[in-house]
């Protein structure tokens, strides 16, 4: 069994150590103030700053990536995934200045949001119950499998989607990693309904022949594009000013056209 | 005369990617151990934690499945990989090799699942789950047409790895905007159950699968002939099978290119070497997204060996997720106009 933690030993260092130290400070934060140093915007030294993406979209990860880091400008890498645990595994090895993701995504991941975007001021866009033509009556509610993508992982995804459908319990869920994973799922019949944003939605009729029966759950509610940024003030607000100076195409394609609120202090999710 | 020689040559090392890419050595009597090229090391075993074993060739394809697999089943099952070698076409000496060391590996592990990659895992697999009472669930993924497979190995599903008709000819709609209500294919009579599903998989989304017979062994001129067959049936896509004997090169060379030049409605197939192949072949190609299958196979597995609903009652599933590949000159040459450039992952200039 094991005990206690053990003690730290505590800092043999004397009030003169800790005077000099403070004086570096105070010297570090002079020559800052003063533009004599420039700090890189990154929170891994010795590399070029790296924003992190996970935002399932119409758009693949790598082209996501290269438009990001063209309106980004020089000195930015881009990374962006379409897994969320290669995401999550990229958070935790990789050292990134920025993420960006969907702030629920952030929620869980337990960061803060620090820009949140939206499209027509709405930082929100419902999603869409949608199933095949016949519905979901056929089903009892309790056998009823819904397909999702994957935006916080396997175990926390019923929990999510329950509260998106206000359910009390967690539904059987068929994850995918792309929203047009959806539609295979019903045409397969191995979901008896998905859950997708409009635009999705609008997609699907383009190519697909399949009668949709379309609810509007009051709940279901996706908080759109968001930023988690990491390091200092000074770090954060280089990378704030580069994410507000992204052009309305590069906007368009994290499915936003601003960004609501711009502090750097964190502001809480809200599911 | 060179030059025709050098187009057969080509031909012939794309049949043989192909073959690589789609039979995956059926014929190889298997063997089996730890191989030491393998970038998966075995995790540290954890008291409650069930075994989920990994039977995979001693080849790169299939390690981005297993990397998914690892990732996402890894905190459920300690995942262990296996390679499983087969000797050479000639070596027939042990039938029973590989099973005796699937044999060992299954005694020492204690596998609660198996996931077996690829044809000569099944093989090998299968030898030595029939000797058993109750062999654990496995989980068939990267195989040749895994339906015929699957019913032979006890206590087994599978993910097919061929991307349904369905699948690439609503995606076909989607990337070049195009209606596709009716494409025809050539099969051979050994694929007929196959195809029935397939037709009925795309008539959920109205399309009419239209079939042109040809023999067990067709020659060239049987060949042709089907084709300009479905050249006059009025069709918006032809979808082409993954099958080795019908894309042998001689019959690609005397049947299917001078078709191919001559035809003008985009032509769907399922291995990314007929997209990237020169001279051109297909125009667009839906392949299975290996990462995504992984993630799909994980949830599978995760579902059979969790409690609540369980996983869907079917044998055989589809899989969900597949890469886009495109040939934008011969698009081009068709006078098809790319709808949604940003959801190809490959576009072959």
Known sequence: MPGPPTPQPRSRRGPSAAGHRRALLVAVLLAVALGLVRLPVDAAPGAAPLVVVFLPTAVRPPALAQALEAGLGEGIEVRAFGRFTDFTKAIQTQRPAAILTHAVTLEFAGLPVHLRGALAEAPVEPLLLVSRGEGLERVPPEQRRYGAVDLVGRSRLPGLVAQWLEMTTPPTISRVVKYEDLLPLLQFEEADAVLLPEWVLADFQRRSRLPFRIERPPAAQLQRAAISLRGSATHREELRRRFQRLGPQTLALLRIDGWTHSTLEPKAATP | ?349
Request: proline residues 9%; hydrophobic residues 45%; charged residues 20%.
């Open chain 2, 1 to 349: 005369m060179t030059r025709s020689v050098l187009r057969v040559c080509g031909w012939v090392a794309l049949a043989v990617a192909l073959a690589l890419a789609t039979t995956l050595s059926a014929c190889h009597g298997p063997q089996s151990g730890r191989g030491s090229a393998l970038p998966f090391a075995d995790p540290p075993r954890r008291p409650t934690a069930p075994v989920l074993l990994v039977l995979t060739p001693p080849a790169p394809d299939p390690w981005p499945v297993i990397d998914a697999l690892r990732d996402e089943a890894g905190s459920h099952f300690d995942v262990f990989v296996r390679t499983v070698a087969g000797p050479s076409h000639r070596d027939h000496s042990s039938e029973r090799g590989g099973a005796d060391e699937i044999a060992t590996t299954m005694a020492k592990l204690r596998p609660a699942a198996v996931v077996l990659l690829n044809n000569s895992s099944v093989l090998a697999y299968r030898r030595w789950a029939l000797t058993q009472p109750a062999p654990p669930p496995s989980l068939i993924l990267m195989t040749a047409f895994a339906e015929e497979l699957q019913r032979t190995v006890p206590g087994s599903r599978a993910i097919s790895y061929e991307t349904p008709a369905v699948t690439a000819l609503v995606g076909l709609r989607g990337t070049f905007g195009v209606s596709v209500r009716r494409a025809g294919t050539v099969a051979r009579p050994s694929f007929a159950r196959y195809l029935d599903r397939q037709q009925a998989l795309a008539a959920v989304e109205q399309i009419e699968l239209v079939r042109e017979p040809v023999s067990e062994t067709p020659t060239a001129e049987e060949l042709r002939r089907a084709l300009e067959r479905l050249a006059t049936a009025e069709l918006d896509a032809l979808w082409v099978l993954n099958d080795n004997r019908l894309l042998e090169p001689s019959l690609l060379e005397r049947a299917w290119l001078p078709f191919v030049a001559r035809f003008e409605r985009p032509i769907v197939v399922g291995v990314p070497s007929l997209i990237r192949s020169h001279p051109s072949f297909g125009t667009y190609a839906a392949v299975p997204d290996l990462d995504a299958l992984g993630v799909q196979a994980a949830d599978l597995l995760l579902e059979l060996d969790g409690p609540g609903a369980g996983a869907p009652a079917v044998a055989v599933h589809q899989p969900l997720s597949v890469e886009v590949l495109v040939d934008a000159t011969q698009a081009r040459r068709m006078g098809l106009r790319l709808a949604e450039p940003h959801r190809i992952d490959r576009l072959v200039r």
